[in-house]
């Protein structure tokens, strides 16, 4: 894609989806830069339905894709980022280079990435306008936290759950509901579960 090549593109991209779909693994960490991918190739066709459908399974995976696997952590925020700037969402491209920059602290050494999270970081500075973060902008601590809004637990025990304190759970928790247009966890959830951040 990166050369213009988007049929060749498009037929990897058809076999990484079969394979992952035999595979069992559409909802494995690593697989949210198929997603990214497939965000790329739709946005190129012009069909930003489809874009933004591959940018939120790319998002409920990504808080998973950690340092741990320093190239395609990076690589796969490097194309999510692109993605949300073609769709004018300079907030979530923000949030994308924020998480690059947690990886890059700690696996530093990793070639022309660090050259693109420049370029991505200086075309940032040049954008002005609003930093309104919507849902697209939710981050990876956002994005954990999210699924045990969901539950029966309260604030103190999902703090005991991701090892946080109960004041970070509320400010997350705040931060989540502006981000989402809600005011209540109640609230919160049926936004993330209608637009397909949560299971139903």
């Keep these: 894609m990166a050369s213009g090549m988007w049929d060749l593109g498009e037929q990897y991209f058809s076999e990484a989806r079969s394979v ?45 894709l950690t340092y741990a696997l320093p190239h395609l952590a990076v690589q796969a925020r490097l194309v999510l980022a692109r993605c949300h700037l073609a769709l004018g969402d300079a907030a979530a491209a923000r949030i994308l280079l924020r998480e690059i920059d947690e990886v890059l602290v700690r696996r530093p050494g990793l070639g022309a990435f660090v050259r693109n999270a420049e370029d991505l970081r200086a075309e940032l500075s040049r954008i ?36 946080l304190s109960p004041h970070t759970i509320k400010s997350q928790s705040r931060s989540i509901y502006r981000k989402l247009g809600t005011s209540s966890r109640s609230q919160a959830v049926s936004r993330a579960r209608e637009l397909a951040l949560l299971d139903k």
Excluded: C, K, W
């Design 128 to 163: 002005r306008g609003s930093h309104a973060a919507g849902a697209s902008a939710l981050t990876a601590a956002e994005l954990r936290l999210l699924p045990l809004l969901s539950t029966h637990l309260s604030f103190p025990e999902i703090a005991g759950e991701l090892f």
């Design 20 to 64: 992952a779909r035999e595979a069992n693994l559409e909802d494995y960490p690593p697989v949210t830069i198929m997603y990214a991918a497939a965000a790329r190739l739709a946005l190129h066709d012009a069909d930003l339905p489809r874009a933004r459908l591959e940018l939120t399974r790319a998002q409920r995976l990504r808080p998973a």
